[in-house]
């Protein structure tokens, strides 16, 4: 997943596109989002921070609150940085009603929510296909798993 050296409670935020970039895209998004993470602060307090960009599609941020707390303003200026990317790449990292999953060949799509619900009827998502959950909240879960078979998943009440 993500080689990070934050403590297992740190706070994590997971941002989808709602459609795949390319590699290029995705190592530029990734490089901007660590350069974002250094400089991140809190109060004028350094924020202990990381970023990542994985799938070509999940911007993830996180922070050690053990050190400095993330803040409103902080928070407020992750999002201004998400939203920044999102209009640099024409994506929209804001579109909680899409879902992701991973075929068996491993191809990750993303499907708004009646298309995600569509593919369940029609057997083209199972119970045990492999869904990411974008609702981690610490680093601890995240090491756990960003995919999860959709029957073990908050997004089994969907379907």
């Known amino acids: 997943m993500m080689k990070v050296n934050l ?21 530029e998004i990734k490089a901007t989002a660590v350069d974002f993470a250094q400089r991140w602060v809190s109060h004028n307090q350094q924020l202990r921070a990381a970023a990542t960009f ?31 990317i999102q209009a640099q790449y024409g994506v929209d990292f804001f579109d909680r009603m899409s879902f992701s999953y991973q075929d068996e060949q491993g191809k990750v799509h993303t499907l708004p929510r009646a298309d995600f619900e ?18 981690v909240k610490s680093k601890a879960e995240l090491d756990k798993g960003l995919l999860k078979p959709l029957k073990e998943s908050w997004h089994a009440r969907l379907v």
């Open 118 to 135: 569509k593919a369940y009827q029609e057997g083209t998502i199972t119970d045990e296909t492999l869904v990411f959950d974008t609702l």
């Open 7 to 27: 403590p297992p409670q740190s706070r994590v935020w997971i941002y989808q596109s709602n459609q795949a970039l390319s590699e290029q895209q995705s190592e």
């Open 54 to 84: 994985l799938h070509n599609r999940f911007l993830v941020l996180m922070v050690d609150e053990t050190q400095a707390g993330a803040s409103g303003c902080s928070i407020d200026s992750s999002v201004a940085f998400v939203k920044q």
